[in-house]
């Protein structure tokens, strides 16, 4: 699988792009932004998005990119748990804050065309199997476990200490990379465990439940953008082997 980072922060500020992976070329995990993306081929390779959960930072680029995508002809299919999907038609696609692009802009063929998912189910979207697991998230949210005949990823979605994405993880043979939320330094562990994120130090014990195989990759995203550099710090201070802080850009074959 092509792993294509188009933002990797959980925020946005002065250069810092919210959290959207771009896999080979057509499924979007999450949709923070995509203004990386240089040219108009490009986005108009995208034909998925799953949604881990509905917070603004991961949504956000939805709507423009959906309409760019129903000017080419094509709509996006929005693949999400019934939590995420009735938050976004609620909340989102309601004709007060965005225009109903489920109904735009024909009814025959909207931009948005929602699909949703039960979690441990996996569903084929576009040739890749991508099973959601709930998370600990202050919302209902997923992480979800992405594979081909090859390879599978995982990508935690926004989560404090959790159970079952690690018990999914620890079941999956195949798995050659994690992606890790990490969005406050230690010293604000109080206000990580309210919003339901991780530090470095709450990240180490996740890593004792996970059966960390070989040389998997461990890459890990969703830094606050206002504590980069400590966290960073915090994080190299680990030690740990094969781990990798995302950057916008980046691209990886697992």
């Known amino acids: 699988m092509k792993l294509r980072v188009l933002g990797c922060y959980g925020g946005e500020l002065l250069g810092y792009k919210s959290t959207a992976l771009l896999i080979d070329d057509h499924l979007l995990i999450d949709a923070g932004n995509v203004s990386i993306l240089k040219s108009a081929d490009d986005l108009s390779r995208i034909r998925h998005l799953v949604l881990s959960h509905a917070h603004l930072d991961h949504i956000k680029a939805l709507p423009f990119v959906a309409e760019q995508l129903a000017e080419g002809g094509t709509g996006l299919d929005v693949y999400g748990t019934d939590e995420v999907i009735d938050s976004l038609k609620s909340h989102i696609f309601n004709g007060i804050t965005w225009p109903d692009l489920s109904k735009l802009p024909t009814v025959q063929n909207p931009a948005v065309r929602y699909k949703r998912i039960h979690a441990e189910l996996p569903v084929n979207i576009g040739g890749l199997s991508v099973r959601a697991v709930p998370v600990n998230h202050t919302i209902p949210s997923a992480g979800f476990i992405v594979g081909n005949e090859i390879s599978s990823i995982l990508y935690s979605g926004d989560t ?32 990580a465990i309210i919003t339901r994120h991780l530090t470095p130090q709450l990240l180490v014990e996740e890593f004792k439940k996970i059966d960390i195989k070989g040389d998997m990759l461990i890459f890990i995203y969703h830094l606050k953008p206002l504590f980069v550099d400590e966290i960073k710090r915090e994080i190299c201070g680990l030690k740990i082997d094969n781990l990798i802080l995302l950057e916008e850009g980046d691209e990886f074959e697992v």
């Open 160 to 191: 404090g200490p959790t159970e079952r994405l690690w018990k999914a993880a620890n079941n999956t043979e195949d798995l050659k990379a994690l992606m890790i939320e990490v969005s406050y330094p230690d010293r604000l562990k109080e206000r």
